[in-house]
């Protein structure tokens, strides 16, 4: 088998002719073994991806699934809890940093990524909640439904991660974070007191009287961005097992997913706020 040029797979057991499970499971059978031997050997079942150390779609759904059990419990101590957000923010944000930084996935970094997140999360949603009463479940009804939408289309081949579309995905994601920043500092220094900063510039609709947000108008285009980021993470998913990765890359597919999801429940929480003032 010619070594893949991805690093990751490199060094990945399922590829090594020297690691254990290739010579626990030999590709061919050695040439002094008798007919019974040969019987024996090809009778016992297919080695399962367990055993073999290979990323399975069931194993990294379980990982997915505990990942967001975490999220979600760490969003309830922050709905509860909710001066917690800014210091969790600011940790979430390091543990970002250092799981995709990080040659080897760690399966404890994600779940601490998890539960730091999921405070801030809850944290930030109970400050909108009240202020804007039933925008939680708004929020979280919206981002399930382009989730499910997003999975559907993919699952039935209607859309699809492509090399154009991933470069302009980067180049609008590239402009939107300056965008942000540039908001921030605005917004930090004074220059722009509103709580959303420019987001919060009334753009008018040509021929109508009907003005609309500016966040509004870029919270859309972020919510198809973050779709379409949703699409990379079920194709690496899907590359991934196709490759043969080794089971712990299914904590990357997780720490990814869940990034996405973040980033876009809050996109749409924002948008509901400002449509709702």
């Known amino acids: 088998m010619a070594s893949s040029s991805n690093p990751a797979f490199n060094n990945s057991p399922a590829f090594s002719e ?21 019987t024996e050997l090809y009778s016992k079942p297919s080695a399962t991806p367990a055993e073999t150390d290979r990323m399975t779609y069931e194993d990294t759904v379980i ?41 080897k996935p760690s399966p404890a970094l994600v779940l601490a990524y ?3 997140e999921g405070v801030f999360v809850g944290g930030i949603t109970v400050f909108f909640e009240s202020r804007y009463p039933g925008i939680a479940i708004q929020a979280v009804l919206g981002t399930a ?28 994601f590239v402009g939107y974070a300056v965008f942000s920043i540039v908001n921030l500092i605005l917004m ?22 009907i003005s609309v947000p500016l966040g509004v108008i870029i919270g859309l285009l972020v919510v198809v961005m973050a779709a379409y980021s949703l699409v990379l993470d ?8 196709q490759r043969g990765a080794p089971r712990v890359y299914g904590w990357v597919a997780a720490f990814g997913i869940m990034v996405t999801v973040v980033w876009l429940y809050l996109e749409i929480l924002r948008i509901l706020a400002l449509l709702r003032r």
């Not at 254990?20 to 040439?31: H, I, L, Q, R, W």
């Open 63 to 103: 990982k997915i699934v505990i990942s967001f059990a975490i999220l979600l419990a760490g969003a309830a101590i922050g709905w509860f809890v909710p001066i917690l957000a800014i210091p969790a923010a600011i940790i979430g944000f390091v543990l970002a940093l250092v799981n995709i930084f990080k040659k």
């Open 145 to 172: 439904v382009v989730i499910a939408v997003t999975l559907a289309l993919f699952a039935s081949g209607k859309i699809r991660a492509s090399a154009k579309a991933t470069k302009v995905f980067l180049i609008a």
């Open 18 to 38: 020297k690691s254990s499970v290739a010579k626990k499971f030999p590709a061919t059978p050695p040439a002094d073994m008798t007919a019974e031997q040969l």
């Open 188 to 209: 930090a220094t004074g220059v722009n007191k509103d709580a959303f900063g420019l987001r919060s510039a009334e753009i008018g609709i040509p021929g109508t009287s």
């Open 114 to 116: 998890a539960a730091v």
């Open 234 to 241: 079920f194709d690496s998913i899907k590359t991934g097992v």
